[in-house]
């Protein structure tokens, strides 16, 4: 692949990537690096109860060690993807692998939990460089007819990251302690030399970097957090003032972070939003079953692993056929079959509340094949919708979208269990007064997906096939 400069600053690609030895060592090399990012999370998700006992905090308390590790996350894929335009890629990637160690180390010595919050939130300031590069490359540089099944093998590396990850979690935390988990993460700075042997030599070009816009949107997006976190209205006020001004900047600005036309594709528009809310319901559910583990079945770190594996372990499988089925039927169809067995996981979740651990193992099952049709297939629909000069930012939007979802809904699923104090009346099936507050969550979220997947169709209809 050769790269020249765009009149306009940035990188141009003059071919696609052909060669198949390139195409299926970058898919390898980017999928590993991947993995970590994910497993960093997926680890911590069964070592919550543990760090919130330890430090004596309440769920929407310790909830900062995923929402605030998935928003700051989020806000990184945007601006390596916008920095990616006049950048090499290699070094962004080196860079964010490079912070990514060093907030492992710094999470690794934390004795306390604002130094805690401080190494993960150094963690993710570089973790967001992996997905967003990684995205970028192959939808920008991989030829359209094997984008899905590139796009699947990733599906499956997250699915598998997120397999292994609460086994890892659960092993390490149960056997000798949480912050042993950030050492796992170092693993990934043996991807450094590989990947930087395989991505094109490029040259920095002169490109305006609208810095007052991506500030705008970082300290709109955390305000936003901060409102549903804290309760607290000042915080939400704070973000609607700021949101206000990005928009109002981002529409005066010659060079804006954001153009605003990326926003009048109608197609994009509501496959971004339909994004938000359908994967956000994942992350709250990844978030909210080892609480209910513990809340409800007495469960330990171990356990919570293992009833975890097997459904993480199908979606991993499931991954790279759903990749395939994008390519031959159409992303669409792929994202509404993933939207049906979240529905149908959330609520047999609710149901079942609070019974033996394998039935919550069973039900997971189904929800984690749903997350990874959706995965690849979802990335596969936005991408179609997209002109070549705006994939860039408008992977970057979708990526801050999805990853930032999470955070929202970790931080709302936390706020919701300290107003009940996971009691409420008894459920129907388990005759647990306790399992009422997440017998509700459960519904909610699936509700949720239901609405979700009705403004997609209202976009995408039976005959859309991309």
Known sequence: MSLEADPRGGFTPQTTITDTSVQRKLTIALSSIIFFSVLNGTMFNVSIPDIGREFNLLPSQVSWVVSGYIILFALGTVIYGKLADNLPVKNLITFGLILFSTGSLIGFLARWY?????????????AGAIPALAMLVTTRYFPADIRGRSLGIIAST??????VGPLIGGFITGTFHWRYLFLISLLALFAIPHLRGLLP??????VRFDK??????????????????????????????????????????????????LFRNR???????????TVGTVFGMMFLVPLMLRALNNAGAREIGLVMFPGALSAAILGVAAGKLSDKRGSVPVVRIGQALLIAGFFLLSVLAGNAPWIVALNLIICYAGFSFLQSSLAHT??????????????????????????????????LLDLTGGRASANAVSDLPAASSYSVIFLLLALVVLAASALFHTAFRAKDRK
């Not at 997250?158 to 397999?163: E, Y």
């Not at 206000?244 to 605003?260: E, G, N, S, Y």
């Open 267 to 277: 197609k994009y528009r509501i496959a971004v939003i339909a994004t938000f809310f």
């Open 114 to 126: 604002p130094m805690l919050i401080a190494g993960r939130m150094v963690q993710a300031s570089g």
């Open 382 to 415: 936005v991408s179609a919708t997209l002109p070549r000069e705006q994939m860039g930012i408008g992977m970057g939007i979708y990526n801050l979208v999805l990853f930032m979802s999470g955070g929202f809904s970790a931080a709302l699923i936390g706020k």
């Open 158 to 163: 997250v699915a598998s990251g997120a397999a």
């Open 201 to 206: 030599d490029e040259e920095k070009h002169a």
């Open 212 to 261: 007052s816009g991506a500030v705008l949107l970082s300290f709109t997006v955390a305000a936003l957090l901060l409102s549903v976190t804290l309760g607290a209205l000042p915080a939400f006020g704070a973000a609607c003032v700021l949101g206000t001004w990005f928009i109002l900047h981002i529409r005066r600005a010659d060079a804006p972070f954001v153009p605003p036309a």
